[in-house]
């Protein structure tokens, strides 16, 4: 092979590499609790631990998609579910994610008997993102879910400082509302 | 590969070749330590990462919902990254690129070794063989059969062996085999 071949295969293999989108690499996870940590902080007051899995039927799917825009469509979906000793309904925490450009974010959201919001976390996001999310959790924003059920206005996030982690605030809000529609359809109150 | 060898090659070009396999090879043990911390390099860790998840009641096809008790030790407490088709997606396609592209200029540094022309093809073949294997690998453990999560590890494996392979012969012919420069 000549040089000038050589030359030539290296500099097209190179600006092949120049070419990637470095914006569409994503950063290692950072994982900001384990699903233990979050459902014994999001259930304080259980004291018996349940697992219920629940598949969503077509008309649930529906009205889940209807009310939040979003398709439930995994095979299954598990609350982690806090009872008391004596059997009482405490909270059932489920995991949802997001997947953004930069990456997944993970939320665990406790909803209690009556479908209001008991607690919030972030439980995983990526090296980039967490640059948005941590000022978005340091300033409480999660608080603000607290009392809320699924039919209630999505928690404001105009206030919340940077389009970043406004960004991120809105997605967090939408995995909430989520996570509260599909307590709500698929665990009515008995 | 008759008119060049990198045993001919003059000074910068063996100092930049050399670097340049110096540099992959510290992106690969930073890659493979990235690997093993978030997802684990067994087969049975990327299993665990990749797989779909398994109910943990005894909820059936058909069946709506189901509950049992559980004792709070049999919730993860591991800091484990799954990776769900949305994620799946983004890193097959970076990764594709990316190692492609190493595999690509690992084999152009190597066509200028002095090794035969059949073991040049079935070294030089390897990473490549082991991007594509390790990538649908992970496609075949989320889709096809979690027992498949074992190509995930050789595939990495394979592209490990080909990168050490290539830069172990292309530095010997860099630096001390005996050529007179062209």
Redesign the interface.
């Known amino acids: 092979?000549?040089?000038r071949i050589?030359l030539l295969?290296?500099s097209t293999?190179?600006s092949?590499?120049a070419s990637?989108p470095a914006r569409?690499?994503?950063t290692?996870?950072v994982?900001l609790a384990?699903?233990?940590?979050a459902?014994?902080r999001l259930l304080p007051a259980a004291t018996?631990?349940?697992?219920?899995?629940?598949?969503p039927?077509p008309a649930e799917q529906n009205a889940i998609r209807q009310q939040t825009g979003w398709n439930a469509d995994d095979?299954?979906y598990?609350f982690?579910?806090g009872r008391t000793a004596e059997g009482a309904l405490v909270a059932a925490t489920v995991f949802l994610?997001e997947?953004t450009l930069h990456?997944?974010l993970r939320v665990a959201v406790a909803v209690g008997p009556d479908g209001k919001v008991t607690g919030a976390s972030v439980v995983?996001v990526t090296e980039e993102s967490y640059t948005w999310v941590k000022p978005v959790l340091d300033s409480g924003f999660l608080q603000r879910f607290v009392g809320r059920d699924a039919r209630s206005a999505p928690a404001q996030t105009g206030d919340v400082g940077g389009s970043m982690p406004r960004f991120y605030a809105d997605v967090i809000a939408r995995l909430v509302a989520r996570a509260a529609t599909l307590y709500e359809v698929?665990m009515p109150p008995k | 590969m008759r008119e060049m060898r990198l045993s001919q090659l003059p000074p910068s070009g063996k100092v930049f070749c050399t670097l340049f396999l110096a540099g992959i090879g510290c992106g690969a043990l930073a890659a493979f330590t990235q690997a093993a911390t978030a997802v684990g390099v067994s087969p049975a860790a990327v299993r665990d990462s990749l797989a779909p998840e398994a109910p943990m009641t005894d909820l059936h096809h058909g069946q709506m919902s189901a509950e049992k008790e559980i004792d709070v030790s049999q919730i993860s407490d591991t800091a484990k990254v799954f990776i769900r088709t949305p994620l799946l997606i983004q890193t097959s396609h970076t990764h594709l690129f990316g190692q492609t592209l190493i595999a690509g200029l690992l084999a152009l540094i190597f066509l200028f070794s002095s090794v035969g022309e059949r073991s040049k093809c079935v070294i030089g073949a390897l990473p490549f063989a082991g991007t594509l294997i390790d990538i649908g690998g992970m496609w075949a453990t989320r889709f096809v059969s979690p027992s498949l999560s074992v190509l995930v590890t050789a595939g990495g494996t394979l592209f490990a062996l080909g990168y050490v392979a290539i830069a172990v012969l292309s530095i010997y012919d860099l630096w001390f085999r005996k050529e007179h420069p062209v």
């Open positions: 092979m000549s040089m050589a295969l290296g293999v190179l092949g590499l990637m569409a690499h994503i290692p996870p994982v384990s699903d233990r940590e459902v014994v018996r631990y349940f697992v219920r899995e629940v598949r039927s095979d299954f598990r982690y579910v994610s997947f990456g997944p995983e698929t």
